[in-house]
């Protein structure tokens, strides 16, 4: 297995940027009110200032209130109106996803939904065939099942679900087309995926009726006053710096203000079933989600069998988990998780190439990729498909290795992590 070259000399804290998901559906929850809500802790990356950017459009206030604070100013769902050009979700599939949801259901809205290349390239069948048998008129303008998406806001009939995919962003977009158009859901999916939507409303104030642990009911009234969310750090940006605080020697790494909400705490169960020593101190809640610091110790890694059921809850984490494997005994495999293929890159070719590229013998399956214990790796390029994740990973395996490693382009960092590179130079 590698080993690292990095000794972290004196206990490091850092602190990570917003959590992804949460700024997302902040800036949702609080158009769909009406009034005054608070946001704190916002993401100041690309995918959800896009998001934000095109609420505006659609006549909500964002102010600024300093790093990560905004008051936002809604007329309330109903007095939204169409924007006056195309809505840009940049690489953001939760943006254009969720967003899709919300402007179903609301008929004074027209609106073309479109993104970048590599969002243009991702699967949107998957909202709009569920979102049509609520009666939504959406379709993909090229007929490929792709954004763009155009929208004809209509008022949506009452609809019950199960979900062939555990996708929080399928779940999330349905549940906010109810939510928009007064309708009643039932929802249910075959594993849990992450349930930040499901906890927002709580938080607002709604009812949700958890029929089985996998199976909710929504039913209207929906009547939601601003709020003041205040986010925590993103744990799948954490997750870069816990493998990093493991790999490397010398004494731990605290990563502060972490969102620790059980859905998405799969990485420090396979982390830990690697032999990673982490622990939680100063658990906490904020607005609805578990949150705590996080104290990450150098380890020895092993490999362990990472079961289906936790493939939802590490989906964003497997390309930086890979890297881990890197430098575990006996190596690496994921299964079970085909998803990684309809991300921002499909992230099992993206990464089984880029190893490759290493000198690393890695097989590829339809639903992931294996490879054994790992003795050197050589200089390389790097590809990083316009994706966040691949470029982060193969950054923290250079700085790791002390390997030159030249990726071609970095700028898809700041979708989701502003700031990494800063963190990273401080090591
Ligand atoms: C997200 C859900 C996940 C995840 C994405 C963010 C969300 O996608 O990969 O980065 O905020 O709902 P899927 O639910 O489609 O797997």
Known sequence: MLSSQISISQSKKISIPGDKSISHRSV????????????????????????????AKMGVEFTPQGKGSYSVQSPGKKNLHSPGSELDFGNAGTGIRL??????????????????????????????????????????????????????????????????????????????????????????????????????????????????????????????????????????????????????KGEPTIIRNVGLNPSRIGILTVLRNMGGKIEIADPRQECGEDIGDLVVYPSRLKRTEIEAHLIPSIIDEIPILAIAGLFSEGGFSIRNAKELRAKESDRIVSMV???????????????????????????????????????????????????????????????????????????
């Open 28 to 55: 949702l929850f609080s158009s769909l009110a009406e009034g005054k809500s608070e946001i704190h802790g916002f993401l100041e990356g690309e995918d959800p200032l896009n998001t934000m950017h095109c609420f």
């Open 99 to 248: 967003s899709a949801g919300l402007i179903c259901g609301l008929p004074q809205i027209e609106a073309v939904l479109t993104g970048d290349a590599s969002l243009q390239k991702r699967p949107m069948a998957r909202i709009i065939d569920p979102l049509r048998a609520m009666g939504a008129d959406i379709k993909s303008v090229s007929g490929d099942g792709k954004a763009p998406l155009a929208i004809k806001g209509k008022q949506l009939q009452d609809y019950q679900f199960k979900s062939p995919i555990a996708s929080a962003q399928i779940k999330s977009a349905l549940v906010l087309a109810a939510l928009s158009s007064e309708i009643a859901i039932d929802y249910e999916e075959d594993e849990l995926s992450r349930d930040h939507t499901e906890n927002m409303i709580r938080f607002l104030g709604g009812n949700i009726e958890q029929i089985t642990p996998l199976r909710f009911r929504l039913k209207p009234p929906y009547k939601f006053e601003g709020g003041k969310f205040v986010i925590p750090g993103d744990i799948s940006s954490a997750s870069f710096y816990i493998v990093f605080g493991l790999c490397g």
């Open 353 to 427: 190439t880029n190893l490759q590229r290493l000198g690393v013998e890695v097989t590829e399956y339809e639903d992931g990729y294996e490879f054994s214990e790992v003795s050197s790796i050589r200089s390389a390029k790097i590809e990083t498909y316009m994706d966040h994740r691949i470029a982060m990973s193969f950054a923290i395996l250079s700085k790791l290795t002390g390997i030159d490693l030249q990726l071609d382009e970095t700028s898809w960092v700041d979708t989701s992590f502003p700031g990494f590179f800063e963190i990273l130079k401080q090591f």
